[in-house]
């Protein structure tokens, strides 16, 4: 069977793209490789992950300097064709700036930076969620200082329309509260995707919760759910 090729995107200031390329190397033992943000040349990916860190060390505003790298314009081409690109963390951010997914990241309403696990309710079934179950609650980690996710009344309303909140911060029975919103993002949401579904920005981050040793791998559904998508 034919292996599924994978790129980790790297920008000055990632810390992210290791533990991104583990997962799929080692774990889903999938062809995995990185490219620099100089670099134009994304054909023949199946998958290409935008990881979390402090792309150019989050000058000006977080992933807006990426936004700008030579990597642009092709990641854009890609998504038109129907790549599939999954932005986590600081990826996130960046898809935001490149306008790729609605809304923006704001900082936490605690002003702080935060790092600890969370629930996410699994919202709605999509190439990434595949693996899990409509309403599962997982356990995934965040570390950010601007995860805040803020969007129009009208965006909001397409968000729910079109079924792009894949991810909400909820308690541990799945309830989306503010007491289970850890920075104070716009209805709990966690992650969604663009109208097409071929990418997903998330700021919890997956790849820290996919491997048998640490216990939890509760992340592991989401590089599954895309492995499972570009099988079929």
């Known amino acids: 069977m034919r292996k599924n090729k994978f790129a980790v995107l790297n920008f000055p200031g990632s810390n992210c793209e290791k533990d991104c390329h583990f997962v799929i190397e080692h774990i889903l033992k999938q062809d995995c490789k990185y490219i620099w943000h100089e670099e134009t040349d994304i054909n023949n990916v199946d998958c290409i992950i935008i990881p979390g860190g402090f792309s150019y060390g989050d000058y000006l505003r977080t992933g807006s300097i990426a936004a700008q790298s030579k990597i642009a314009k092709s990641l854009k081409k890609y998504s038109r064709q129907g790549g599939t690109i999954i932005g986590i963390c600081n990826g996130f951010q960046i898809l935001t700036e490149l306008k790729l997914l609605p809304g923006t990241l704001l900082r936490n309403r605690s002003l702080n930076f935060i790092c600890k696990e969370v629930n996410l309710v699994v919202n709605n079934k999509s190439r990434f969620t595949s693996k899990y179950n409509h309403n599962q609650v997982v356990k995934v980690p965040i570390a950010h200082a601007e995860g805040n996710y803020f969007a129009s009344s009208t ?17 541990k029975d799945g309830n989306i509260n503010n007491s289970s919103n850890p920075n104070g993002s716009l209805n709990g949401i966690a992650g969604i995707t663009n109208k097409e579904g071929n990418v997903l920005g998330m700021m919890p981050h997956p790849e820290r919760v996919s491997e048998k040793v640490f216990g939890n791998i509760d992340g592991l559904g989401v590089f599954e759910s ?5 099988k079929n």
């Open 226 to 230: 895309i492995l499972d998508f570009h």
């Open 155 to 171: 965006i909001q309303k397409e968000l729910i329309k079109n079924n792009q909140i894949i991810f909400s911060y909820c308690d």
